[in-house]
């Protein structure tokens, strides 16, 4: 991970915790032993693919929007339910397997939408307008998504966050 996504999303913890009035919590890791990196490769392609897809299906379909904005929390629901799915701590009594949480997993997630950030905000400087108006709806929504994983990982109730959004970027 780059110095400037790195930086971000230490930044974005930090205010998190500003905003919660306390240290974010981390979830443990399951107990059934670790993954091989053939294994996380899957999960975690497994998730990119998901980011990659619904950011397409939203930019063809640009149907989750409010006041122009793209709404996260609807135009990534396969995204959100695999990263709710990798933390996953408590299953059904009938269920045939056991819960088996990968936080890991999710924190690559994060460190990989930082990244993805950090990319958009460097494209920004393009010369193409009608691609900059793309490219900003990219950012705003991939920021998002952050934020969402973020509470997702560190179980935090976006209730209690209430407004906890970066402002948009100075143009």
Do not use: C
Not at 12 to 40: C, I
């Amino acid at each position: 991970m780059n110095d400037r996504a790195t930086t971000l999303l230490r930044g974005r913890r930090e205010k998190l915790e500003r905003a919660l009035g306390r240290p974010l919590s981390f979830p443990e890791p399951a107990s059934g032993g670790e993954l091989s990196e053939s294994e996380r490769d899957h999960l975690r392609n497994g998730a990119t693919d998901l980011y990659v897809n619904e950011l397409a299906w939203e930019n063809i379909t640009d149907e989750e929007q409010i006041e122009g904005e793209p709404l996260a929390e609807l135009a990534f629901p396969g995204f959100l339910a695999f990263i709710q799915g990798l933390l996953l701590e408590k299953v059904m009594p009938d269920s045939l397997a056991p819960a088996n949480p990968r936080p890991e997993i999710a924190e690559d997630v994060v460190k990989f939408l930082a990244e993805r950030v950090v990319a958009l905000q460097d494209a920004m400087g393009g010369s193409d307008e009608g691609d900059a108006e793309q490219r900003a709806r990219d950012l705003a929504v991939t920021d998002r998504l952050l934020d969402l994983v973020l509470f997702r990982l560190h179980g935090v109730d976006p209730a209690d966050v209430e407004g906890f959004k970066d402002p948009p970027p100075a143009s």
